[in-house]
């Protein structure tokens, strides 16, 4: 006597599949409308996306200025505004496309930058490095000088650059250690900077 087995396929309710087609068609619906809403990237737009409560929206606004508007000074007083905000991206940001504009800041907007020295993230120790780079800043100077014993040695080659740019000889000093550094690329940059101080002797 054999007995034989029946196998049943269970399908899912019917409302559970209306319910999940509904929601794969709104998802739908959402990304198409983000991917094709449009981005007005007039100067007015973007200053006014600058101040978005989105960071990532007034981040993004900043970049698209400095790549399409570069030369315009319009929106410098929105990011040095920004300088101070409590969201690090936009500060970041903000830092960032001053540098990379060489905008005109006053000592206040510097010393902003300078507080983002002090941050435990290296990203944004980081950026406040590359952007004063870009600024009339020797008087972040004293700011930067204890970077030269981070941990980090990412963020020391990063200060031996932007000292190198925005210091003099008298630096030289404050440099020469770190040609003994334990990290080769460090010691590289160091040596760079140096010479670069040197050359403003002349």
């Known amino acids: 006597m054999s007995t034989s087995l029946t196998t049943r396929r269970i399908s899912p309710p019917s409302h559970f599949l209306a319910v999940a087609a509904a ?14 809403t449009p981005v007005d990237t007039s100067q007015e737009g973007l200053m006014q996306a600058m101040q978005s409560p989105s960071p990532d929206i007034a981040a993004d606004a900043m970049l698209r200025w400095e790549k399409t508007y ?4 319009n929106a410098f007083g929105i990011m040095r505004g920004l300088l101070g905000d409590d969201r690090p991206k936009v500060r970041r940001k903000a830092a960032r496309v001053l540098g990379v504009l060489h905008a005109e800041v006053s000592e206040q907007d510097i010393q902003a930058i300078c507080a983002m020295l002090k941050s435990p ?50 630096l030289i000093p404050k440099l020469e250690p770190l040609l003994s550094h334990a990290e080769p690329a460090v010691q590289n940059d160091a040596q760079n900077a140096i010479f670069t101080l040197r050359g403003k002797s002349t």
Request: glycine fraction near 8%.
């Open 23 to 36: 929601l794969l068609v709104a998802g739908l619906a959402f990304w198409t409308g983000c991917a094709t």
């Open 70 to 73: 570069p030369t315009s000074t």
């Open 121 to 170: 993230d290296a990203m944004e120790q980081t950026d406040a490095l590359k952007a004063l780079r870009g600024l009339e800043a020797p008087s972040a100077i004293d700011s930067i000088l204890p970077l030269l014993n981070s941990p980090n040695t990412h963020i020391i080659r990063d200060a031996c650059r932007t000292l190198a740019i925005l210091g003099g000889p008298d």
